[in-house]
């Protein structure tokens, strides 16, 4: 597979609307690729709460329609990173979405694990409450957003759902960098499955965004990594070789706890 990682810059004097296109024309040049991603909250800043509720939209809104038309456009998967959904009945969630080449919605995830440590998102989304997986012909795709990326416990579920290539979407500040590209190699060796991690650059509402997108193989390998700039990470992938890991190092056939329950003898 050929995946190609978008690591925009979310720059405040650039609008909504502006990002909103140029972000399509990015995936738009992506064609030639299987799978392209994004970071989340790209619209507005992952930090930029105080926007959050004035530019939160329907799931079916403006950026829903942009990015169908883009994916379709390029003829590739596209997960489109992540934007601030408001729901019928008024709740804001961060929320991912995820299109076929023909520019068929084919999944939406609701982030699970709120930041903020009961302020900011913490207090101003909804929890998501499902794990989300999408079968791809090449591999089938786990999805997680930015913090969700410090919960092991997710990441074993998307497995067991039958993931093989983990998608974190991020808007991780660089101050914790370290801890980024740390928990994207220990996701990946602890589930023996590829890890593609798309952030941000630029800062929002005075957070400055660590970038550094990275793509980790099932044995913790570091397939490529960007810089802290906007830029295009692109990289070529054998998604089979989750499985033939998995098959050489049986580690998770060994697993006891987090399972159905059961007594261990």
Request: with cysteine; glycine share 8%.
């Amino acid at each position: 597979m050929l995946a190609s990682l978008i690591q925009i810059a979310v720059n405040p004097d650039e609008s909504v609307n502006s990002r909103r296109e140029r972000a399509a024309s990015l995936v738009v040049a992506q064609r030639g690729a299987d799978l392209v991603v994004l970071p989340e909250l790209w619209p507005v800043g992952a930090f930029a709460y105080t926007a959050f509720a004035d530019e939160a939209e329907p799931l079916q809104g403006p950026t829903h329609d942009i990015m169908a038309k883009a994916a379709a456009e390029a003829g590739v998967w596209l997960h489109a990173g992540s934007f601030v959904e408001r729901a019928e009945d008024g709740t804001l969630y961060n929320t991912s979405l995820v299109f076929s080449p023909e520019g068929e919605r084919a999944a939406s995830y609701r982030k699970i694990h709120r930041f903020g440590f009961d302020k900011g998102e913490a207090v101003m989304m909804g929890a998501g409450e499902e794990l989300v997986t999408v079968a791809l012909p090449q591999t089938t795709l786990g999805l997680a957003t930015c913090y969700d990326l410090r919960f092991p416990e997710q990441f074993r579920g998307l497995i067991d759902a039958g993931a093989e290539t983990l998608i974190v979407a991020a808007g991780w500040p660089e101050r914790r960098r370290s801890h980024w590209t740390l928990l994207a190699q220990a996701r990946a060796v602890e589930n023996q499955a590829y890890v593609l991690a798309v952030g941000s650059s630029g800062t929002h509402a005075g957070v400055e965004q660590a970038g550094h997108s990275i793509v980790v193989d099932p044995w913790g390998g570091v397939l490529a990594e960007a810089g802290a700039a906007e830029e295009v990470l692109t990289v070529e992938f054998d998604p089979a070789k989750a499985t033939t890991t998995r098959e050489q190092f049986p580690a998770l056939k060994d697993r006891r706890l987090g399972l159905a329950p059961r007594r261990l003898a």
